[in-house]
């Protein structure tokens, strides 16, 4: 049964990319890539720059994801640097082939257990800082819901008309801003660890909870703001807006289990952007995975093979050293 797991969640992700790959042709047809690259050249050379920068905040923020999670083990003795490289390998890895093909996990393995964790340590790092991110995008939701629940207008065309309904979009906000409010709870009164099934959730110190509500929303708002800043500012676009578009692409391409989302993304930002030029919100999605995806994807992939042919050499020249160690006595016959 377990490898029957393993073989449909990629089957699943090949199947939501060739739909959404269909739907999106459906919706692009007759954009030409003219269009495209007119949006993309009209962008003024500060709002790129805006978008690099926004996306040094989203990756910080991921950096932090690890360092939370460190504090939360009491591990102290490994490097910021070291942290940072590792964190952005893992998340530009796992964004694009998929954590299902590719789980972050393994980086983290192999980067942590040459600084002395231990298997268990790691798993519970990267149980935290999924959690982490789950809570961000929780808690952004929340926030954006109850301040314009009109928002999931937006999506009718994708979500049943129950859930598009103001009353029913800003209930949907006050409940997810109430579970963060018990987890807050949960961390300050050191409640007893929360159950689901097979997983049990420690909560963290206060200190680290703080952390977490922090960090998980700046690294949203850093990668939302790569699209907004490259969407055409004489159109005025709410940054809200934005945000909001932006946190149901994105965790529609996650639960997907498409390859870094492709197409789904897409699918989802375009049919709730219609009062946008349909070639400057591609634009701005390029810019996205040029920025957030592709660039960090070959700058890992340089890493990776760095960081093993350190490791390799390092086994090599203690083989060798082993090698060179006294003889042992002949027998004595």
Same mark, same amino acid.
């Given at each position: 049964?377990?490898?029957?797991r393993?073989?449909?969640?990629?089957?699943?992700?090949?199947?939501?990319?060739?739909?959404?790959?269909?739907?999106?042709?459906?919706?692009?047809?007759?954009?030409s890539l003219?269009?495209?690259?007119?949006?993309?050249?009209?962008?003024?050379?500060?709002?790129?720059?805006?978008?690099?920068?926004?996306?040094?905040?989203?990756y *910080?923020?991921?950096?932090?994801?690890?360092?939370?999670?460190?504090?939360?083990?009491?591990?102290?003795?490994?490097?910021?640097?070291?942290v940072?490289?590792?964190?952005?390998?893992?998340?530009?890895?796992?964004?694009?082939?998929?954590?299902? @093909?590719?789980?972050?996990a393994?980086?983290?393995?192999?980067?942590?257990?040459?600084?002395?964790?231990?298997a268990?340590?790691?798993?519970?790092?990267v149980?935290?800082?999924?959690?982490?991110?789950?809570?961000?995008?929780?808690?952004?939701?929340? @926030?954006?819901?109850?301040?314009?629940?009109?928002?999931?207008?937006?999506?009718?065309?994708?979500?049943?008309?129950?859930?598009?309904?103001?009353?029913?979009?800003?209930?949907?906000? $006050? =409940?997810?801003?109430?579970?963060?409010? /018990?987890?807050?709870?949960g961390?300050?009164?050191?409640?007893?660890?929360?159950?689901?099934?097979?997983?049990?959730?420690?909560?963290?110190?206060?200190?680290?909870?703080?952390?977490?509500l922090?960090?998980?929303p $700046?690294?949203? $708002?850093?990668?939302a703001?790569?699209?907004?800043?490259? =969407?055409?500012?004489?159109?005025?676009p709410?940054?809200?807006?934005? =945000?909001?578009?932006?946190? *149901?692409?994105?965790?529609?391409?996650?639960?997907?289990?498409?390859?870094?989302?492709?197409?789904?993304?897409?699918?989802?930002?375009?049919?709730a952007?219609?009062?946008?030029?349909?070639?400057?919100?591609?634009?701005a /999605?390029?810019?996205?995975? /040029?920025?957030?995806?592709?660039?960090?994807?070959?700058?890992?992939?340089?890493? @990776?093979?760095?960081?093993?042919?350190?490791? /390799?050499?390092?086994?090599?020249?203690?083989?060798?050293?082993?090698?060179?160690g006294?003889?042992?006595?002949a027998?004595?016959?």
């Amino acid at each position: 049964m377990k490898n029957v797991r393993e073989f449909i969640w990629p089957l699943i992700g090949l199947l939501a990319v060739a739909v959404s790959g269909w739907l999106l042709y459906k919706e692009l047809r007759g954009l030409s890539l003219d269009d495209v690259w007119d949006s993309l050249t009209a962008v003024p050379t500060e709002r790129y720059v805006l978008a690099g920068l926004s996306t040094l905040v989203a990756y *910080a923020a991921l950096a932090w994801y690890d360092r939370i999670a460190l504090l939360h083990l009491g591990v102290r003795h490994i490097s910021w640097l070291f942290v940072s490289v590792t964190s952005f390998t893992t998340y530009a890895l796992s964004h694009n082939i998929g954590a299902s @093909v590719f789980s972050g996990a393994v980086v983290r393995y192999r980067a942590y257990t040459s600084k002395g964790l231990s298997a268990a340590q790691i798993a519970v790092l990267v149980a935290l800082c999924s959690f982490t991110f789950g809570l961000g995008t929780i808690l952004l939701g929340g @926030v954006v819901l109850t301040l314009d629940p009109t928002l999931l207008h937006r999506l009718e065309d994708l979500l049943p008309a129950a859930l598009t309904n103001p009353a029913t979009a800003r209930i949907v906000g $006050l =409940l997810l801003i109430g579970f963060v409010i /018990l987890y807050v709870a949960g961390s300050i009164l050191h409640l007893p660890p929360l159950v689901i099934r097979k997983a049990k959730l420690e909560y963290p110190r206060p200190a680290i909870m703080v952390r977490q509500l922090i960090a998980a929303p $700046l690294e949203l $708002l850093g990668a939302a703001g790569i699209i907004y800043f490259v =969407l055409p500012a004489h159109l005025e676009p709410s940054f809200i807006i934005v =945000l909001a578009v932006f946190l *149901a692409s994105f965790s529609a391409a996650l639960v997907s289990h498409a390859p870094g989302g492709l197409g789904v993304f897409e699918l989802v930002f375009l049919t709730a952007m219609p009062d946008i030029p349909k070639a400057d919100v591609l634009a701005a /999605l390029i810019v996205f995975r /040029l920025f957030y995806l592709l660039i960090p994807f070959a700058m890992s992939l340089i890493v @990776v093979l760095l960081f093993e042919r350190a490791r /390799l050499t390092q086994a090599w020249r203690g083989r060798e050293g082993a090698g060179d160690g006294p003889l042992p006595p002949a027998p004595l016959g």
